[in-house]
């Protein structure tokens, strides 16, 4: 009215019974608290890099009341946000794969490489359970005969118990002839995926992702020890606190 009219602010105020005051106010918003807490997300090394998804779902969990919007915007305010991918459209897209009803129905293993600052090949058995995307086991090492797996499985089944299905690729530490009188042995059901297809082992697929951009990607991994150490604090952060939409934004151990 002020502009379009050309009338004072003192009688345009008057006309709409609008106290001065309020047309000078200026709402000022205290986004302190929300950038301390978001900072002390960055500082914690094993989450410093998730995102602001999972630090709002973290916030949630802690009892904070600040609504997305407003977390999203301080987000990108404080210059936090990452460059997205462009997604490759997929002509055919893979199948969803059945999601167990319980614990121990379906495990999914896989193998991730990667190398040491000094250039040395390393490698980690993950091994996930699909109903609750849990990671029984992490395991690093420079080479996983047959008879490695075996023990980290039987490590597994005393403290899990025992699964009905485990799939894998075709990699020769499953497919070998010790493993698979091992599953015999222990009536286990082995669902080797198709060759060239791992997203028909997408649980753990993606947990190895995550898993890359936690540790592998993150750090320069001067040994053996350090990987081991790094990969261990990783995990138990993903099993207690790491929130996943499709368990109702619950971490692994506590969705039952």
Known sequence: MVLEEKISVVRACRIVELDRSMFYYTSVKDDSEVEAKLNSYLEIRVISNRGCG???KRMRKEGYSWNQKRVERIYRKMGLCKRRRKKR????PPKRLMVPNTRNETWSMD???????????????????DF????????????????????ILTQCFEWHGKPRKIRTDNGTE???????EF???NQIDHIPIQ??????????ERFNRSYREGVLDAYILT?????????????????????HESLGDKAPTEFT
């Open 54 to 56: 999972e630090y709002f």
């Open 89 to 92: 459209r997929i002509p055919n």
């Open 111 to 129: 193998f991730v490489e990667d190398r040491l600052e000094n250039g040395r090949k390393i490698r980690t058995l993950n091994i996930l359970d």
């Open 132 to 151: 609750n995307r849990e990671a029984l086991a992490m395991e690093v090492s420079y080479s996983f005969p047959a008879e490695r797996v075996i023990e």
């Open 174 to 180: 499953f497919i070998a002839h010790k493993t698979q």
């Open 183 to 185: 599953f015999l042995k």
């Open 195 to 204: 060759k060239r297809k791992p997203m028909q082992n997408g649980y753990v």
């Open 223 to 243: 040994t053996i020890h350090h990987a081991r150490e790094e990969t261990y604090v990783w995990m138990e952060d993903y099993n207690n606190n790491h929130p």
